[in-house]
């Protein structure tokens, strides 16, 4: 755009300049005056920058300097936004997260938490999962010989007549043994067989009332917790104790072994 | 003390939200910044509104300061680019600099009593002929002009500010003063 190298014509042009506006050394000031006393163009040179320097000068004297410095305000906004612009403190990583996280929208925001709660159970399967063994791991209460299932179920409780109070008997005596494992066939199976072995309890419950003479409830109720195998021997039994009633009691002791030896042939 | 601290580290403690850092910052340039404001544009009122903008937009950029460049520097760039966005706009505008701050500045001129009617029309005409001069000048040249003139700064302090070599600051100057002489031959300037 311009010539930067020295413009006067005797190449003084930025020792003009320095000297004019007196930023010059004594020295140099000294040297540079010696010239002007010998050179041709720079004198006059001098003079007319002087001139527009002066003009200038008084431009600025005349119009500038009378004026009051005004008095800058910063605006509120200005600060405002300087603060939200981040002019304080640039925000951390973990804040422009919070920011870009709470500014989703809400689909999204569900979608974070649901991801945020998968990495936690990940994590936690990791860190606690991995301390424990296999064995550890899998605790499962020991599987009984006959049964080929590994499924582990409960044995099937069938409750649904009053009689059967044999096999409810049968799990409170054994409540605090733990439950075994079984084939839910198998379960049946013992289940039929049960039911069966009620069945016999009954028709004994039947027949016993029918043979001997009615009793007190106790009477009544003591055959339903003897095994089914005595029942005949309690029979026998009802019948010595009318004949004890009736004041024969001398062959008692033969008739009981009497009624133990007909046990033990059964 | 505020006063005590260089401009560098008050804009870090400005940075670091301290109100008074930079007030005291704006204290130190205002005058500066206001005087180049007016050197360029010519007129006060754009020049306080220049000067005003130059202060708020360094306020909002504080953070992005570089720490290896000056304030005067970083300020004088942010004023200077406002003046020209200021000049660009009143170009479309069509509107005349000179002919609008006469009308603006005069409340403002007192001249010595000492000078007669005739005197002061002549010194009028006189300063009303630089201005054009200047005002028609590149903006590089006159901004080396106006920061030489009108804010007194060395040709050091205008080298820092501009961030040019010393010998460009007075290749400029010199280039400067000869094109305002060479326009300035039809109007008499008489040294007062």
């Given at each position: 755009m311009f010539d930067t190298r020295n413009h006067s014509d005797c190449g003084f042009g930025h020792e003009i300049i320095t000297y004019l506006y007196r930023e010059m050394g004594s020295a140099e000031r000294k040297a540079f005056e010696d010239h002007l006393d010998t050179c041709v163009h720079c004198p006059g040179e001098l003079a007319a920058f002087a001139s527009v320097s002066t003009a200038i000068g008084d431009w600025k004297s005349g119009k500038f300097d009378p004026l009051s410095t005004p008095q800058f305000v910063l605006p509120k906004d200005a600060t405002e936004k300087a603060s939200r612009a981040g002019l304080v403190a640039s925000p951390s990583v973990s804040e422009k997260l919070q920011a870009l996280i709470l500014n989703l929208p809400g689909m999204f925001k569900t979608a974070s938490a649901f991801a945020a709660i998968a990495l936690a159970a990940g994590l936690a399967w990791v860190v606690f999962g991995g301390l424990l063994t296999p064995d550890e791991i899998a605790v499962v209460p020991p599987v009984e010989?006959?049964?080929?299932?590994t499924a582990v179920e409960l044995p099937v409780v069938v409750r649904?007549?009053?009689?059967?109070d044999e096999a409810i008997e049968e799990n409170s005596e054994n409540s605090n043994v733990p439950l075994p494992v079984t084939n839910p066939q198998n379960s049946r199976k013992e289940t039929v067989n049960r039911s069966r072995k009620s069945s016999v309890v009954r028709e004994n419950d039947r027949l016993g009332p029918r043979e001997g003479p009615a009793k007190s409830d106790s009477k009544d109720q003591a055959p339903d917790k003897?095994?089914?195998?005595s029942l005949p021997a309690i029979q026998r039994l009802t019948e010595l104790a009318e004949i004890d009633e009736e004041g024969d009691n001398e062959d008692a002791g033969l008739r009981l072994s009497d009624l133990f030896a007909g046990t033990d042939e059964r | 003390m505020l006063t005590d601290k260089t401009d560098e580290e008050l804009v870090q403690l400005a940075v670091s939200d301290d109100p008074e850092a930079f007030g005291e910052i704006v204290k130190r340039w205002e005058r500066k910044i206001f005087a180049l404001c007016y050197g360029m544009l010519n007129r006060e009122d754009e020049a306080k509104d220049a000067a005003q903008e130059t202060f708020i937009a360094a306020f909002k950029n504080l953070a992005r300061f570089r720490g290896d460049a000056k304030v005067s520097s970083w300020l004088h760039r942010i004023a200077v680019n406002q003046c020209l966005t200021r000049k660009r706009r009143e170009k479309t505008r069509s509107e005349s600099y000179i002919d609008d701050s006469d009308s603006t500045g005069e409340k403002f001129f007192k001249a010595p009593s000492s000078l007669t009617p005739a005197r002061l029309t002549e010194k009028d005409e006189r300063i009303k002929a630089v201005r054009l001069a200047v005002s028609a000048l590149p903006p590089d040249l006159k901004q080396i002009v106006v920061m030489k003139e009108f804010e007194e700064m060395t040709f050091q302090e205008i080298s820092d500010a501009m961030e040019i070599p010393l010998s460009t600051v007075k290749s400029r100057l010199y280039t400067a003063l000869k094109q305002l002489r060479m326009k300035l031959q039809r109007t008499p300037l008489e040294v007062v």
């Open positions: 010989e006959k049964s080929t299932s649904s007549e009053p009689a059967d003897l095994q089914p195998e | -």
